[in-house]
């Protein structure tokens, strides 16, 4: 078995890169997936994150209102500590289990937005950067995404520079080109990460 880190910037296509390893079959562990799933409600999780920033932050079903929690921590470094220290010890507690399950020979792909930006690289045999230029990523987050361009930037520029996380690759796919471009590079790929996994 082995453990790789999947990470690329907002709109480089780094959730694409995820499909097409597992296509190939790999087993993809989300951290957006589990960060959802572990302040779901009645979980522990939501009951810390409510003790935390109050009952606000909640939507009027009792599930975690996002967006509200979001701006309050976009904005202050401190709030942002704060619900980290909440929420990322249940996600690697989640993302450990899941990798447990997997069993021996398995290619394990944890999928880490934030890999770069929370100095995790050293938890993974490697790390694959899915990269696009500024450019490229811009055009679409204003047009399949449909953020504004200011919103678009600024999300971009919340995140780790294209070079940090290019520092911390041990592959990288180039996503500038389509979708069948980006394919190829992952059959290219897959078979050194089964080679990682049969040494484990």
Known sequence: MVAVGLTGGIGAGKSEAARALARRGAVIVDSDVIAREVVAPGTP????VVA???AEVLAADGSLDRERLGRLV???AGRRRALNGIVHPLVARRS???QQAAGPGAVVV???????EER???RYRAVIVVDASDETRLARLTGARGMSEVDARARMGAQASREERLAIADFVLDNDGTLAELDAQVEELWPRLVELAEEG
């Open 120 to 122: 995790l690289s050293h």
């Open 96 to 98: 450990a289990e899941l």
């Open 52 to 54: 935390e920033f109050g």
């Open 110 to 116: 944890h999928d880490v937005p934030l890999l770069a």
């Open 74 to 76: 976009f904005a202050d």
């Open 45 to 48: 999780g939501l009951a810390a």
